[in-house]
């Protein structure tokens, strides 16, 4: 996977929503090369970047404070980590009330797509695959999204949506990374953290 960030800001640039959400300070963890601009959005005071010279993402409280940050954003991070409860916890936990998580997470059909053995397929570093919501997944590392946002207190939903610009769906399956160069093969989260919801 490449350009992450890039490809979906082509799609993100100019909209209500993520003019909204991508507002404030904010933090962009595990983006490399391809991390979020303050240019690409009018409201975006400030990003700082978290990336593995930094430190251990999944720990990340150990580098940052807890309520530093009206947005948190991280693009094809977290299939990356071995503990995602732990780093999810942590990132919530550095995100103010009424601040913004927004996660660009790998949708194990569109990227996977049927082969993930003890690691990806396409991406030997990728740990978990995710979903929306499976009763029962093809793969055994794989993440109900869903179940996975249960787990954060005050949580509101916001937006939870396939996305698969560009991809062809005609390509049999299995057969090529769509990723590469140009497709979308994500699902994209935006949760709320809202006091006493």
């Known amino acids: ?15 209500w929503l993520f003019n909204k959400v991508f507002s404030g300070k904010g933090i962009d963890i595990g983006g490399g090369k391809d991390c979020l601009k303050k240019e690409d959005f009018p409201n975006i005071i400030s990003v700082d970047y978290f990336d593995k010279p930094q430190g251990d993402a999944q720990d990340i409280l150990s580098f940052r404070d807890i309520l530093a940050y009206d947005f948190v954003y991280s693009s094809h991070c977290l299939e990356h980590l071995p503990n995602i409860s732990l780093a999810l916890n942590q990132w919530w936990l550095m995100l103010k009330y009424n601040g913004y998580l927004i996660l660009s997470l790998p949708d194990e059909d ?13 991406s030997r570093e990728h740990k978990h ?3 929306i919501y499976k009763n029962k997944s093809w793969c055994h590392w794989s993440i109900n999204i869903l179940d996975m946002i249960k787990e954060l207190k005050d949580c509101q939903i916001i937006h939870i949506s396939l996305v698969d610009t560009d991809y062809d769906y005609s390509i049999p399956w299995g057969s090529k990374d769509q990723s590469m160069p140009g497709a979308e093969v ?5 949760l709320r953290k809202v006091k006493d919801y």
């Open 1 to 15: 996977m490449g350009n992450e960030t890039t490809k979906a800001n082509k799609r993100r640039k100019g909209t």
């Open 110 to 122: 569109l990227y996977e797509q049927g082969r993930f053995q003890a690691r990806s397929r396409w």
């Open 129 to 131: 695959s995710f979903t």
């Open 186 to 190: 994500s699902i994209e989260v935006i």
